[in-house]
């Protein structure tokens, strides 16, 4: 069974590479992560550990997730720059994409200096089996007429709750990691990128981002609050889900008097994360990383402390 959402999802087919035949769906064991950290003191205690890997051929994914965790992703002290960066993967609230837009992501950011934590958030429950998940995901990304399109609005309020928390943990443990509590930004990834506009707009957040990176996420207007940090967007043209919308989250946070920044590239579908397949797409963590240097965002402070590891 050709499965068109997911090659949509992951770019295959608007990435120049053609129709081609999605690999099965496999259930895989959870990585050993002894270095994850429980984003809460009980961190779900009482409930079931429902949490499914599945590997789709190109990629792992986490589902089910009921037990939030943050892992952090150090950079060596000798290039460490105090600035820190949470990375919240992709998933349409459905599971979250840790090998695209999770890990491969945090170390390009700590091999540039930038301390890392990946945000693994919880999700909506999908059913067990990998077929029935398969159909269900249809219906997320590419429902045909007959069928009923999920609704993942319920999935936003705790994916935010979690963000916020690990911005929580990763400012009062800064000095610790050797980070800046004036510096810690997010990066976002589809649903990740909602994700990031959420914690940005909670009214109710003591915690919020210093700067923001907005990868392929929902470019209708939002309404954007007074704190608004300044924002990296990166969008494809081709991208099935969001290409097409136009620019009005652009065009909001400039109304609003707000620093940003738009890359809209000619090709690179929809999920390009860490990918590397050869399109306009494949520049945007170079370019986000002179982003931040074009805002001093990676300056090390003379004082700065070094991280111990």
Known sequence: MARIWLLVLTGVLLAGQGLAQAPE?????????????????????????????????????????SHPTLLPVLPDPEVATGAAVIVVPGGGFQFVSMDNEGYPIAHWLAEQGVAAFVLKYRVMQTPEPEAEFDAHMQRRFAPTPDMTPIDVRPGIPPAVEDAQAALAMVEARAAEWGIDPDRIGMLGFSAGAITTLGTVQAEDGAYRPDFIGYIYGPMTAPTVPETAPPMFVALAADDALFGQQ????????????????????????????????????????????????????????????????
């Not at 064991?29 to 429902?50: H, I, V």
């Not at 397949?277 to 931040?292: I, K, S, V, Y």
């Open 25 to 65: 769906m496999v259930r895989v064991p959870a990585p050993e992560d002894t270095a994850s950290l429980p984003l809460y003191e009980d961190n779900g205690a009482g409930l079931a550990d429902t949490e499914i890997w599945t590997d789709t051929g190109t990629e792992r994914w986490a589902r089910n997730v």
């Open 246 to 309: 136009g620019f009005g989250l652009v065009e909001a946070w400039q109304s609003a008097g707000k620093p940003v920044e738009l890359h809209f590239y000619d090709s690179g579908g929809h999920g390009f994360g860490s990918y590397r397949r050869g399109n306009p797409a494949d520049g945007w963590f170079d370019q986000f990383l002179r982003w931040m240097d074009g805002r001093g965002l990676r300056e090390a402070e003379a004082d700065q402390e070094p991280v111990s590891r």
